[in-house]
């Protein structure tokens, strides 16, 4: 095949799913011209799982990216069919949203975004290889010939490299959903020397909605309240569709169990690894025995279709042994399979390959995001690509590069994660994961990260003023309720009492009055009326701050312990197998992951704190250069 030139560009994106999506947005925005290719434009921002977004940790991630200026919040709040918030019942720690998409819609409206940002370039092509000098790529070969020049290079190739659909004892090579798999490149990367891990995961199967007998289900409605993941939103969808509860049965457990010779996990022709947090139905069967059902929701994908996806019947059985299952569980005994469940094998690379930046220690100014770097989820995905669109267009545009810490959001939490810890199976975010979770919540989202993105320029002027200004009244009204004094009057006796609280008797600030557990803002706001009115938002911002504000002030206590120590920089030349006293496996590991931090070092599998105190002795007496030579 003949090659040509066909262009040259600041950033180059390949693959444009959830992580390409974000990072082409971001890299645009900020003034890099970028370009996208990616195998299908149909396939914009695919949802080849389930159609969701959000969930415990994960909605917050979807916050976070929005407080940056990414797209995944405002897309999801224009295309859901269902929004729901949650843990209400819970800590302000734990809540979290969630939404149920309209997956052609949403496909639609990120495909818009990206055709109609300024300094961004759409094109359908497969990338087969990169071009590579001295260590540093400098554009991409594509199937055709087409060669394409770029400063920067971002992979978001998703679960396509070497993708391979297996349903019972078929295998074929393919992407999800029966899309064209990545080869070419998945060998030119491992011929670049890349460590890669096969990983797994899996999809249920889809049944006809005429077809269900919803009488026998629980229905789970949206809330009938506004929800929005954005904090630009302003019109809320409103109208709704249900989703529906349902459980299996002893005759769906014996189905499986009679299979499972059949099953390609138990058969031995599954060999990756897949997310232990999400198994399949055969999983769970077998996992948990002792359980007489699992629930199964039943979702729609979307206000045009009538797929119904069914949540909790992940399987790779055989086509034949799927329709029974579904025959099994109630509400479906006659339902019509649309598209059958299947696993899918894939190739990521090993995370710890790459800088806090997601930039590669191997290759100068290429990136990689999304599930290619081990994760699963489109919610993770989201928000590595933002960081490495930042972080590609920083490097091209001489601005400094961008990396989240675990105190700062989920998203630094994610990425910390990966490129110091790596992972065993595909990496879902979840909020034990996070030890400063609650400073990390769905609600200060844009308080922790909104300066951020204004900073890198993708917050506008208008959205940045006003978060000041929301800023400003937060602090306040915390101040007005800690210098009020609320007397023990009979009026509000009577508020007090209508939580069952114990009555004053002398006076309080109404700050300490709110801090009682029984107490609410709205209540303090009758004993203390406002002279001006405040949005929900800074009262809720204002009830968690005083309510929470020892938990608060401890936690950000054990922040300024963690930045002492994210501190203590790490020369990037030193060997760790000249350093007598390190046990051997903290060496290797410390070689390969090269912390930039004593705290990144501190988080390392396989290294200890004996090992630390060694590693700060050798730096503080300033021995590196004897060391590195």
């Given at each position: 095949m003949p090659k040509y030139e066909a262009g040259t560009f600041d950033v180059i994106v390949i693959g444009a799913g959830h992580a390409g999506s974000e990072a082409a947005l971001a890299a645009a925005k900020m003034g890099a011209s970028t370009l996208v290719l990616t195998m299908n434009l149909d396939m914009i921002a695919f949802m080849p799982c389930n159609p969701s977004l959000g969930g415990p940790a994960k909605g917050i991630i979807v916050r976070e990216i929005d407080a940056l200026g990414g797209a995944m919040g405002k897309v999801i709040d224009k295309t859901h069919i269902q929004m729901r918030m949650l843990n209400?019942?819970?800590?302000?720690?734990?809540?979290?949203?969630?939404?149920?998409?309209?997956?052609?819609?949403?496909?639609?409206?990120?495909?818009?975004?990206?055709?109609?940002?300024?300094?961004?370039?759409?094109?359908?092509?497969?990338?087969?290889?990169?071009?590579?000098?001295?260590?540093?790529?400098k554009g991409v070969i594509t199937q055709v010939g087409a060669i394409y020049r770029a400063k920067t290079v971002i992979i978001t190739t998703g679960t396509f490299l070497r993708g391979e659909i297996i349903i019972g004892d078929l295998k074929y090579s393919s992407g999800p959903n029966n899309q064209m798999p990545a080869i070419g490149l998945a060998d030119h990367i491992r011929e670049l020397g890349f460590d890669m891990v096969r990983f797994k995961t899996g999809t249920p199967p889809r049944v006809n909605s005429k077809t269900i007998d919803y009488s026998?289900?629980?229905?789970?409605?949206?809330?009938?309240?506004?929800?929005?993941?954005?904090?630009?939103?302003?019109?809320?969808?409103?109208?709704?569709?249900?989703?529906?509860?349902?459980?299996?049965?002893?005759?769906?457990?014996?189905?499986?169990?009679?299979?499972?010779?059949?099953?390609?996990?138990?058969?031995?022709?599954?060999?990756?690894?897949?997310?232990?947090?999400?198994?399949?139905?055969?999983?769970?069967?077998?996992?948990?025995?002792?359980?007489?059902?699992?629930?199964?929701?039943?979702?729609?994908?979307?206000?045009?279709?009538?797929?119904?996806?069914?949540?909790?019947?992940?399987?790779?059985?055989?086509?034949?042994?799927?329709?029974?299952l579904i025959e099994s569980v109630p509400g479906l005994e006659k339902a019509e399979m649309m598209r059958a469940g299947y696993a899918i094998e894939y190739d990521s690379i090993m995370p710890t390959q790459l800088w806090p930046t997601l930039e590669t220690k191997k290759i100068r100014n290429l990136y990689t995001a999304g599930q290619l770097n081990g994760t699963s989820g489109y919610e993770e995905a989201a928000a590595q690509g933002i960081m490495a669109g930042i972080n590609a267009a920083s490097r091209v545009l001489g601005q400094p590069e961008r990396v989240l810490g675990r105190s700062d959001a989920y998203i630094g939490v994610l990425i910390d994660d990966l490129v110091?810890?790596?992972?065993?199976?595909?990496?879902?975010?979840?909020?034990?994961?996070?030890?400063?979770?609650?400073?990390?919540?769905?609600?200060?989202?844009?308080?922790?990260?909104?300066?951020?993105?204004?900073?890198?320029?993708?917050?506008?002027?208008?959205?940045?003023?006003?978060?000041?200004?929301?800023?400003?009244?937060?602090?306040?009204?915390?101040?007005?309720?800690?210098?009020?004094?609320?007397?023990?009057?009979?009026?509000?006796?009577?508020?007090?009492?209508?939580?069952?609280?114990?009555?004053?008797?002398?006076?309080?600030?109404?700050?300490?009055?709110?801090?009682?557990?029984?107490?609410?803002?709205?209540?303090?706001?009758?004993?203390?009326?406002?002279?001006?009115?405040?949005?929900?938002?800074?009262?809720?911002?204002?009830?968690?701050?005083?309510?929470?504000?020892?938990?608060?002030?401890?936690?950000?206590?054990?922040?300024?312990?963690?930045?002492?120590?994210?501190?203590?920089?790490?020369?990037?030349?030193?060997?760790?197998?000249?350093?007598?006293?390190?046990?051997?496996?903290?060496?290797?590991?410390?070689?390969?992951?090269?912390?930039?931090?004593?705290?990144?070092?501190?988080?390392?599998?396989?290294?200890?704190?004996?090992?630390?105190?060694?590693?700060?002795?050798?730096?503080?007496?300033?021995?590196?250069a004897k060391i590195s030579g």
């Open positions: 209400t019942g819970k800590g302000p720690a734990v809540r979290a949203l969630r939404a149920q998409a309209d997956k052609v819609l949403y496909q639609s409206e990120m495909k818009r975004l990206l055709e109609e940002q300024e300094n961004l370039t759409l094109h359908q092509g497969v990338v087969e290889e990169m071009i590579i000098e001295d260590d540093e790529v026998q289900m629980e229905i789970q409605p949206g809330d009938d309240v506004p929800r929005a993941f954005s904090f630009e939103t302003t019109e809320f969808i409103m109208d709704q569709l249900p989703c529906w509860l349902t459980y299996t049965t002893p005759t769906t457990h014996q189905i499986i169990n009679d299979n499972l010779h059949m099953s390609p996990m138990y058969s031995g022709m599954i060999k990756g690894k897949g997310p232990s947090y999400c198994p399949s139905i055969e999983d769970k069967i077998v996992r948990f025995a002792d359980k007489a059902r699992h629930q199964v929701f039943l979702e729609p994908e979307g206000r045009n279709t009538k797929e119904m996806y069914i949540q909790g019947l992940s399987t790779s059985l055989p086509e034949h042994i799927q329709r029974k110091t810890k790596g992972t065993a199976e595909p990496y879902r975010m979840l909020t034990s994961r996070a030890e400063y979770r609650l400073l990390l919540r769905h609600d200060n989202a844009d308080l922790r990260l909104t300066e951020i993105g204004h900073d890198i320029g993708l917050i506008s002027r208008e959205r940045y003023e006003a978060f000041l200004v929301k800023k400003q009244q937060i602090e306040e009204e915390i101040e007005r309720l800690r210098n009020l004094s609320i007397k023990p009057e009979p009026f509000v006796q009577e508020i007090i009492a209508e939580s069952n609280g114990a009555s004053l008797r002398e006076p309080l600030k109404a700050a300490d009055l709110l801090k009682r557990p029984e107490m609410k803002y709205s209540q303090i706001e009758r004993i203390v009326p406002l002279e001006t009115e405040l949005s929900d938002e800074v009262k809720e911002q204002v009830e968690i701050f005083i309510k929470y504000e020892g938990y608060i002030e401890k936690s950000m206590q054990q922040v300024e312990k963690l930045k002492k120590m994210e501190n203590k920089k790490i020369p990037e030349n030193i060997d760790y197998h000249a350093i007598a006293g390190i046990a051997k496996e903290a060496k290797a590991m410390l070689n390969e992951v090269r912390p930039l931090s004593i705290a990144q070092a501190s988080r390392i599998s396989g290294v200890n704190p004996a090992d630390i105190s060694i590693l700060l002795v050798y730096i503080e007496q300033g021995r590196i």
